[in-house]
Structures are given as C-alpha cells and as structure tokens.
C-alpha cells in the first residue's frame, strides 16, 4: 500500500453508517495514530452550483434533473481535486456515501437509469474507491432507526418512507449484483447491519485487513 485507503460507507438512512465511520476512525487513531477525513456525499465546493445541489435533492423534478447531474459532477470532481487526492498520503479518507447513493438516488426521486447517471458522473470522478462497504437491513429496521434519531432534517416525509427506502435498497441490490457496469464504484462488501455494532465494525476492518488496506503495525505505509 502506497498511501492511505480511500474507503465508502454505503446504506439507507439509519443503518449504521455514523457508527461505522466513527468506529473505524477510532481503530485507526488508536492503532496508528492517524486520524481519516470525512467527506460526505455533496461537499459544496464547487459554489457556483450550490444552489442546483439543493434544489435537486430537495425538490427533484424532471426539470431539474439534468441542472443536478452537472452540479454533482462539478462538486464530485472538486471534492476529488481539492479533499481526498490530496489526504490519501497523510491519512485514510472515509466518504459517507459517494457514488452508490447518487445513483439510487436519481433511479428513485429522478426515474433516471443508472447506467444513464453513471455515464453522466463517472468521467468527472478520476480516483475509485479502494473498498466500499454497504450496511445492509431491512428497511422497517433501518426507518425505525432513523426515527429515533435527533430533530432535525434527519428524517424527510418524501424519503424516509418505506416504498421509498425499499426502491433504493432495491437499487443499491441490482448495481452491485452487475459490478462490471459500474467499475468507478470500485469493490464492494455487503454487511449485515442487524449484527450488534461491534460485529458490523469487525467486519469492516477484517475486510480492510484481508485486501492491504492499512498501515503496518509501526504506523507507516507498506
């Protein structure tokens, strides 16, 4: 390994994602005193298309659909350019959701193929994921979740509903059962997220352990 892994948290709202984030930025603090970046799935550093950004997610129509891919290929490629090129020498970088999400996402709230928003994003993101690791339960599970979480935006009347979550987990299911169509997703590992915490955590970082993807044990890279 010649730098730092560049790894994806993929799942619906309250699978686990957080959790897992946090529990792998422990283990690589504590075993080798380096802390990951996170980046999120929209990072706003292209600003001259913040307002597409917005308006796509959070009030898709047809209109607007082909305004929000271009947004996104700008704020994919400068969150690629300007955060994670540049991290992956110095530390790990762990995305919350990357490019899964983005293509369930217009599949469910755009009607948009895919393969289609594939070919609209892929070129602009040059750096693949070295593992990406999807938290799989069943969506009541996963809205029950959610609901519990804090106030706030957490939980959307227009997206956290099951006919909703159950489309995008079924999205999520047909893309990675067809990979070679979407090689800039990189590997995948699907992981039960009804396991207890700690097990879904060890899971993911025997997955990190068994493909290289950490330092050795003195804190450098191999």
Same mark, same amino acid.
């Given at each position: @390994?010649?730098?730092?892994?560049? &790894?994806?948290?993929?799942?619906?709202?309250?699978?686990?994602?957080?959790?897992?984030?946090?529990?792998?930025?422990?283990?690589?603090?504590?075993?080798?005193?380096?802390?990951?970046?996170?980046? +999120?799935?929209?990072?706003?550093?292209?600003?001259? #298309?913040?307002?597409?950004?917005?308006?796509?997610?959070?009030?898709? %129509?047809? $209109?607007? *659909?082909? *305004?929000?891919?271009?947004?996104? !290929? /700008?704020?994919?490629?400068?969150?690629?350019? *300007?955060?994670?090129?540049?991290? +992956?020498?110095?530390?790990?970088?762990? /995305?919350? !959701?990357?490019?899964?999400?983005? +293509? $369930?996402?217009?599949?469910?709230?755009?009607a948009q193929d895919p393969l289609d928003t594939y070919g609209g994003l892929a070129d602009a993101i040059d750096? #693949?994921?070295?593992? %990406?690791?999807?938290?799989?339960?069943? %969506?009541?599970?996963?809205?029950? *979740?959610?609901?519990?979480?804090?106030?706030?935006?957490? &939980?959307?009347?227009?997206?956290?509903?099951?006919?909703?979550?159950?489309? #995008?987990?079924?999205?999520?299911?047909?893309?990675?059962?067809?990979?070679?169509?979407?090689?800039?997703?990189?590997?995948? @590992?699907?992981?039960?997220?009804?396991?207890? !915490? /700690?097990? &879904?955590? $060890?899971?993911?970082?025997? /997955?990190?352990?068994?493909?290289?993807l950490t330092p050795d044990l003195e804190g450098s890279l191999r």
């Open positions: @390994m010649d730098q730092y892994p560049f &790894v994806v948290i993929e799942g619906l709202d309250g699978s686990g994602k957080t959790t897992l984030r946090k529990g792998l930025f422990r283990l690589f603090e504590n075993l080798y005193g380096v802390t990951p970046l996170s980046v +999120l799935t929209m990072n706003f550093l292209a600003p001259e #298309v913040a307002a597409d950004l917005v308006d796509g997610k959070y009030a898709p %129509t047809e $209109a607007n *659909r082909e *305004r929000y891919l271009q947004a996104l !290929r /700008a704020d994919k490629r400068a969150t690629t350019e *300007r955060l994670i090129a540049p991290a +992956l020498s110095q530390r790990p970088v762990v /995305a919350d !959701r990357w490019l899964l999400s983005e +293509l $369930a996402f217009f599949q469910v709230k755009h750096l #693949v994921p070295d593992l %990406t690791l999807i938290l799989d339960a069943p %969506t009541g599970t996963t809205m029950q *979740r959610a609901a519990s979480r804090s106030a706030g935006d957490s &939980v959307r009347d227009d997206w956290d509903v099951d006919h909703v979550q159950t489309s #995008v987990r079924a999205t999520y299911q047909a893309i990675t059962a067809g990979p070679a169509a979407f090689p800039k997703i990189g590997p995948t @590992m699907t992981i039960d997220a009804n396991q207890p !915490r /700690a097990a &879904v955590l $060890a899971n993911a970082w025997t /997955a990190l352990l068994e493909r290289g």
